[in-house]
């Protein structure tokens, strides 16, 4: 069974939508085993409380530098064991240090299909706002790896959503919500759960 840490700072709906997975029986092989917020005030750990995860709060303006920060972070992490990380709607911006150390073993969630609207400035709904005035009809989410490239590591799964005449950058977020980003995460993660446990239980 695979340690799952989920990193937030707002609404949680993509870590509701894991919490939801592993209660219909999609995550077997993994566990929600910790939820990380950059803000107090964030409806995800509500959302973490409600299911029993285990949660912390960790800002960002609590520590001199964002290297304190991700030393803190670590050590959080190590503490619980963690094997897999998952950025799900998390605002902060984690070092090369960080992102080296977990090289594999974090992913993240972005409300694009990458390389379209993504990289540093493109969250929340700045990245429909984006899309939209460019004008594109498909759009969609994106499941990377994380490196210190911010929305730059590989791509794990991507699906497109269609965009409408009449969309706003706020019913187009709901719907890339629905369609996709609450579709693929959830899946990402099992497909990296199963890949790390095939190996006879060993962690690669
Ligand atoms: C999502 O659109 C996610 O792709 C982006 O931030 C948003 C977070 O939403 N990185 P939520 O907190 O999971 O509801």
Same mark, same amino acid.
């Given at each position: 069974?695979?340690?799952?840490?989920?990193?937030?700072?707002?609404?949680?709906?993509?870590?509701?939508?894991?919490?939801?997975?592993?209660?219909?029986?999609?995550?077997?092989?993994?566990?929600?085993?910790?939820?990380?917020?950059?803000?107090?005030?964030?409806?995800?750990?509500?959302?973490?409380?409600?299911?029993?995860?285990?949660?912390?709060?960790?800002?960002?303006?609590?520590?001199?530098?964002?290297?304190?920060?991700?030393?803190?972070?670590?050590?959080?992490?190590?503490?619980?064991?963690?094997?897999?990380?998952?950025?799900?709607?998390?605002?902060?911006?984690?070092?090369?240090?960080?992102?080296?150390?977990?090289? $594999? =073993? #974090? !992913?993240?969630?972005?409300?694009?299909?990458?390389?379209?609207?993504?990289? +540093?400035?493109?969250?929340?709904? @700045? /990245?429909?706002?984006?899309?939209?005035?460019?004008?594109?009809?498909?759009?969609?989410?994106?499941?990377?790896?994380?490196?210190?490239?911010?929305?730059? $590591? =590989? #791509? !794990?799964?991507?699906?497109?959503?269609?965009?409408?005449?009449?969309?706003? +950058?706020?019913?187009?977020?709901? @719907? /890339?919500?629905?369609?996709?980003?609450?579709?693929?995460?959830?899946?990402?993660?099992?497909?990296?759960?199963?890949?790390?446990?095939?190996?006879?239980?060993?962690?690669?």
């Amino acid at each position: 069974m695979l340690n799952i840490a989920v990193l937030v700072s707002g609404g949680g709906s993509n870590l509701q939508a894991l919490i939801d997975a592993k209660t219909r029986g999609e995550l077997p092989r993994g566990r929600l085993a910790l939820v990380v917020s950059s803000k107090a005030r964030a409806y995800a750990l509500k959302r973490a409380e409600a299911a029993g995860i285990q949660t912390a709060v960790l800002r960002p303006a609590d520590y001199p530098s964002s290297e304190h920060y991700a030393e803190a972070l670590t050590a959080l992490l190590t503490e619980a064991k963690i094997d897999l990380i998952v950025l799900a709607g998390f605002l902060v911006v984690l070092p090369k240090s960080f992102t080296q150390r977990f090289a $594999g =073993r #974090i !992913i993240n969630v972005h409300p694009s299909l990458i390389p379209s609207f993504c990289g +540093p400035g493109y969250y929340g709904l @700045r /990245v429909h706002q984006a899309a939209l005035d460019y004008g594109v009809k498909l759009t969609g989410a994106t499941v990377h790896y994380v490196t210190e490239v911010v929305d730059g $590591g =590989r #791509i !794990i799964l991507q699906k497109g959503v269609e965009v409408h005449p009449d969309d706003t +950058p706020e019913t187009l977020q709901r @719907r /890339v919500m629905e369609e996709a980003e609450w579709v693929i995460l959830p899946k990402a993660v099992a497909l990296l759960c199963d890949k790390f446990t095939n190996t006879e239980g060993e962690l690669p």
